[in-house]
C-alpha cells in the first residue's frame, strides 16, 4: 500500500485500469444479466409451448380412443348379440362365441393401438373379448364399468396383472337400438406406447431435456430418459407435481427435479383435467446446465474479453504513465536536490508540450535564472571582498600617517614654545603655528575616528568614500603646511642670534 501511495506511475496504471476495466465488467455483468433473463424466459416459454402442446395431443389421443370406443359401442352386431344374450335365450352360449370371434376378427384390427376389447354385461361380467380366456370375470367394481354406464369414460389402470404393466381403460355404454335402453359396457384396453410416442419425441429438447407424465399419485406413467423402467415404478415428488396435487396448478421457473437437478420446466394439467377427467401432469424440463449455456458461454467470452482488454489496456497504460511518470520522478528528484541546496543540478528539457513539458521547462527556466543570479552574485562578492582589502589597506596607510602628523606636530610645538622664550616676533608666528598645528591635530584624530567608523560601516562605504577622500586631501594640504611652518620656524632660529645681538 505504501509503494501504492507513493508511486505515481502505479496510481496512473491503475487509474488506467479502473477506467477501462469497470466499464467493461459493468456492461459484462449487465449483458451476463440480460443474457441469462432472456434465455430463461425464452426457454420457459418454449417449454410451455411444448408441455402445453403435448398435453393437447394426449387429449387428441385419449378423444381419439374414446371415439373409437363410442364407435364400437355403435356395432349392430354386438349391440343385437347381447341384447339376445341379455335375453338368456338357448342359443346364448354360441352367440357368446360369435361376439368373441366378431371382437377379435373385426373390432380389435381397427385400432393396431388396442390390446384388448371386451363386452360387458349389466352385471359386470365379461360376456365377450377378443382375448376369451378372460369371458365370464367379474369387473363390476371396476371404476370403468360404474362410469362407462353413463358415458365415455378413460381410467388409468397401474397394473395388469397378465402383463405385469400399466395400461389405459376406455369405456362406452351400450344401449339397443330402438329403446336405447342400456344393455351392457364396451371396454377398450391400450397399452402406454401411444402415450410415450407422444412424450418420448424429444425434438428441441436438446441433450438433457424430455417430457413426462405424472398421474395424481405422483408416479411417472411414460419412460423416464435417464431412469430405466420408470414408469408406475418411479414416483416424483418434484414442486411441480406438490402444486398440481394440492393446488390444483401448473408452474414455470427452474427447481429440482426427481433427480433433484436443477432443471428450467413448465407444467400442465388443466386440459387433461377438463378434457379427459384425468388428474395428469404434463412436464416438460430440461437441465439447468445445458439451458443456460449460451449464457454460460458468454459470460466465459466477456471474461476472456476483459481479460484481454486489461492486459492491452496495462500495457498502454504502463508506456502512458511511464511517459508521465518518469519526467515528473526526474524533475521530482531534482527539486529534492535544490531543495537540499545544491543548485548545482541541470535540469533536462526534452521538449514536450504538454503540462509535464511546460513545468520542466519552467523549472528549467527558474534553476537556470537562479544559477545566474547565484553567479553575478558571487562576482560581485569577489569584487567586493577585493575593494574591501584594499580600502583597509588604505585606511591603515592613513592612520599610521596621521599617527607620524600628530607626532611631528606634538616635536613642533614643543620646538615653539623654546622657540617663543627667544623670539618675539617668532612668537607670533609660533602662536599660530600652534593653532595651525591644533587644528591639524584635531583634524587628524576625526580622520582615525572616520577610518574605525568606516571600517566598522562599510556597508556604507560607497556614501563615505568621498568624504574620506576629501578628509585626506585637505590632510594633505594641511602637512604642507605644517612642512612650510616647520620650515618657517627652522628660519626664525637661524635668525635668532643676529636680532637677540641687536637688543
Known sequence: MNFISKSLMTKLILLFMAVSLVPVAILGYLSYSSGKAVMRRQFIDS??????????????YLKGKGGRALDFSSDGFIRDTLEKMHQKCPEAKQLGEELNRHLLENKKPLDPDCQETFVLNLEGKVAASSEKDHVGKDKSGDEYFVEGKKGIFTQLSYRQERRGKGYITISAPLTTKTT???????????????INEITTNRKGMGETGEIYIVNKDGYMLTESRFTPNAALNLRVDSEPVRLCQGQDVTMTGIYPDYRGIPVVGASMCDKLKKESGLDWLVLAEIDDSEAFYPVKLL??????????????????????????AYPVRRLSE?????????????????????????????????VSEIQGQIREIMDAVNVLASSSNQIVATIA??????EETAVAVTETTSTVEEVKQTVHVASQKVSQVSTLAQNAVQISQNGAKLVYETVDGIGRLREQMEYIAETIVSLSERNQAIGEIIATVDDGTVE????????
Open 47 to 60: 417449454l410451455t409451448t411444448i408441455a402445453d402442446s403435448r398435453e393437447v395431443a394426449i387429449v387428441l
Open 180 to 194: 336405447k335402453e342400456l344393455i351392457g359396457v364396451i371396454v377398450n384396453q391400450y397399452d402406454l406406447n401411444g
Open 299 to 324: 459470460a466465459l467470452r466477456i471474461v476472456l474479453i476483459g481479460i484481454s482488454i486489461g492486459v492491452a489496456v496495462a500495457v498502454i497504460a504502463y508506456f502512458v504513465a511511464r511517459s508521465i
Open 334 to 366: 531534482q527539486i529534492v536536490k535544490v531543495g537540499n541546496g545544491d543548485l548545482t543540478v541541470t535540469i533536462l528539457h526534452d521538449g514536450r508540450r504538454d503540462e509535464v513539458g511546460v513545468m520542466t521547462g519552467m523549472f528549467h527556466t527558474m
Open 397 to 402: 596607510q592613513l592612520s599610521a600617517g596621521s
Open 496 to 503: 635668532s642670534p643676529g636680532g637677540k645681538c641687536r637688543h
